[in-house]
């Protein structure tokens, strides 16, 4: 920690995981018995808020509504059907073994750390992995179509990389049927009325009486009315914060303003620099973009990547001879080729259009080429495989990929940072809870492919239930109303901040601004990282936010539908959130998973891990505005799972 | 990515509405230096920016994904809802389909059950309530047997889920000179009637789902078809004559 920014930063090893003692293998099980319970007949006078309904939220405000609480289930869209797990495309990982390959609950949580880069808690990883075979079952008997095969059993693959097929699918669109299956199991819910659905409201706030979180503040997002819920517990599941970057593969309205308000508030964000970056999308087409769309990395099996080896070469791909064209991931990796993971791939993409050899109208792309491939395998069989994706790409830039190489580029994706919790899930806050994305969780320094939506709905279905009422079995229920003080102090935070948006009417939009941040992120602290960029990030952050509250203009009332405050309100978290990602990802010295410090690397460009100093999650403490965040390392102890390299040379 | 670097220019005529009580008109905008890659939102992107330094209200408008998944977009384009192409939607449709400078016309997705909220922004919580009624499989978390105990053959299995890939935009109701919700809930029933888990319940869920329809204020189904050729998920309108035999076999088994 020599840099001046980290100079004076508090460091404390204080973190409690709460993990229980004994094997690995039981320690789940232990856990359940030693939990307390809450009474069936008690059930009922506990409210529980849960905000979010995608996968994470859906399933747990669903299942807590089965066990008899009363739950009270926010969402910002108009039907809890659309949260973004809705648009996963590739599959679910389960350890079922139908395959008979050789998969294992073992192999399962040995490929999850192994492929997080040793920067999960292996407890966490264990149980996820012990769960996976009970979310199929779970999913199945809702009646979510998976493939199957003509025996009438459940079809499975191989999916990024995996050694063995542990992966379930249905069709492209696996995230929106799990999501569907979730969504009829809350809508039961709904009907049965123990949940209380509050759609097109976003929390802008966190109630905490006596150090116990008590409640939200919403914004009802059709009239602007500032509206106060009361809880026993609240739990958080409003995904990550890829969006912060600006153009990213999440959905316009994703955000992240909750999770950042429940930190401000007192819970810790842990290791906000971990964010993954996908290889395969579609690039930037032009500056008016909002987003960008994300292709299964199935492509690479057969697509070559490439680019021409003198820049700026005007000739269409297919009159560049071989000799003039560089396929620059089998070069430097002969072993894997075009299948190296995510993050390598990602990386070469961007250093090689960073030294000028990009192609297309932004000079941001490289060449997947597929000609290869319809040569040895012929057109027919191509389009078996990847015709979807190949109209897919057709419909966005006009294309034929048949004819002519696509075009990919890196993208943000899915964070692998969010708030801290407990082996309970539990934040820092107790009585605050955060699952799925919105967590830490169990991905480490990177996820891997098709184990989001596992997690999601483990946490949901199979282990908030549970653990919730160890919490709450401590707590008398009820007693706090929203007409405590706290209330009308969170409110009063609430309304002081939309008053200040509404009135600067500056010279820049939210947009703008909003874009500049993502520029700042995503050059500076996306794929590699150095101390000294990091520094100058830090800076220009600072600038940018400066500037937003003080030029800013945002149109309209507060007493209305207004889709200007909406977003205004979360990109002022976003220039908060950046400074700690650049500030997180500066004091992570070593490289790990997605995050390639260039100080430490090997002379190939490995990125090189550095156990001693930084097997630990780094949990942040805000320490109100302008002043350092404290830090809190949780050691990550790696009892059965080898610390080892990877090398995909 | 076509290196044609040319801009467009289009006359827009579009829904404004302050809120659901007050009334709406048309309002007109010309919206220049749009790129024909651009997406149909994002060229409102670009509108509302230009009102924004304006100082004018931003046109208020739906969409979330911008992937054609998550169902949230959708408007009518000079009269169709997600305009123009067959079986895409609004976030999907590229500014390369509209000639330049011609007039657009854009309006909400109009129907009796989906009152407008603002703008081109309508309330289309009426399919939730109709799935609350029955359009799920009743099962609670830690109940469900083993996965493959239940073998289900690959094509009832591949039939239900052409069904279930309903993105439950609302274009059906929109494009239907009924305004019926027959093509969501039909969808919804035909896919768990194919399953094997949907069997206990198949009564109760078609007469549940078809009762709120009615309740919720859409129209009838007349078989006009516009709703199939409006779908941006290609759900055919079999599904729908699949609904009606399911709520004839549930009548008579309530008789």
Redesign the interface.
Known sequence: MNAPALREIDVKDDLDSRVPDGPIQTKWERHRFDMKLVNPANKRKYTIIVVGTGLAGG?AA??LG?LGYNVLNFCT??????A?S??AQGGINAA?N?TNDGDSIWRLFYDTIKGGDFRAREANVHRLAEMSV?I????????V??????????ANRSFGGAQVSRTFY??G?T???LL?GA???L??Q??AGRVK?F?RREMLDLVVVDGHARGIICRNL?DGKIERYAADAVVVATGGYSTAYFLSTN????NATAIWRCHKRGAYFANPCFMQIHPTCI?Q???????L??MSESLRNDGRIWVPTVPDDARIPRDIPEAERDYFLERIYPAFGNLVPRDVASRAAKRICDEGQGV??TKR?VYLDFSDAIGRLGEATVRERYGNLFDMYH?????NPYRTPM?IYPAPHYTMGGLWVDYNLMSTIPGLHVIGEANFSDHGANRLGASALMQGLCDG??VL?YTIGNYLAGVAPGKIGTDHPAFAGAEGDVNRQVAKLLSM?G?R?A??LHWQLGRVLWDQCGMERSGAGLLATIEKIRELRAEFWTNV????SAE??N??LEYAGRVADYFELGELIALDALSRDESCGCHLRVEHQSPEGEPIRDDEDFAYVAAWEWKGEGARPGLHREKLVFDNVHLAVRNYK | ???QHGTRSYHLQVWRQ??GASSGRMASYEVTG??Q???F???F??L??T???K????V????????G????CGVCIDGRPHGPLPN?TTC?L?M?EFPDGSTIVVEPFRADAFPV??DL?V???A??RI???G??????????????AA????DA?DA??DS??C??CGACVAACPNAAAALFASARVR??SL?P??QPERTARVMGMVEQMDAEGFGHCSNHGECEAACPKSISIENIAKMRREYLRASLRAG
């Not at chain 1, 203009?553 to 309209?556: A, H, L, M, N, T």
């Not at chain 2, 208020?60 to 992937?67: G, L």
């Not at chain 2, 998944?69 to 949230?72: F, K, L, N, R, V």
């Not at chain 2, 073998?151 to 690959?154: D, E, I, L, R, Y």
Request: glycine fraction near 8%; hydrophobic fraction near 35%.
């Open positions: 399933s669903a299942s089965e869209h108009d039907s809890p059907r659309r973004h809705v648009a079922k139908y009970s199929i079952d779970q999913c199945v008997a809702q009646g179509p998976f493939a199957r095969e003509y025996g009438g059993l459940l249905a069709r669109q995230g929106q049927q569907l969504y009829g199991s809508m039961r709904v009907n659905l759609p059709v959905a316009v309205n994703s690039p087409l032009g500056e008016g973009q909002s987003k769309t994300l297309g109208l792309a419909e966005i830039t006009a294309e075009q279905y199979f239930p009417k010279k939009t947009r703008e203009r945002v149109e309209g209305d539908l889709q200007s | 990515m076509s290196d302050a809120r749009i790129d890659n651009m997406s939102l994002e060229m992107d670009q509302n920016e009102l924004l330094r100082g004018e209200d931003p208020a408008i739906d969409s979330d994904c911008r992937e998944i998550c169902g949230t895409i999907s590229r390369r909220l603002k922004i309330d289309r919580s399919f939730d799935v609350m009624k359009g799920y499989i009743s099962i609670n978390a830690g109940s469900a047997p083993e996965a493959n073998p289900v053959p690959k299995a239900a889920m279930a890939a993105i439950g896919y768990l399953l888990q949907g």
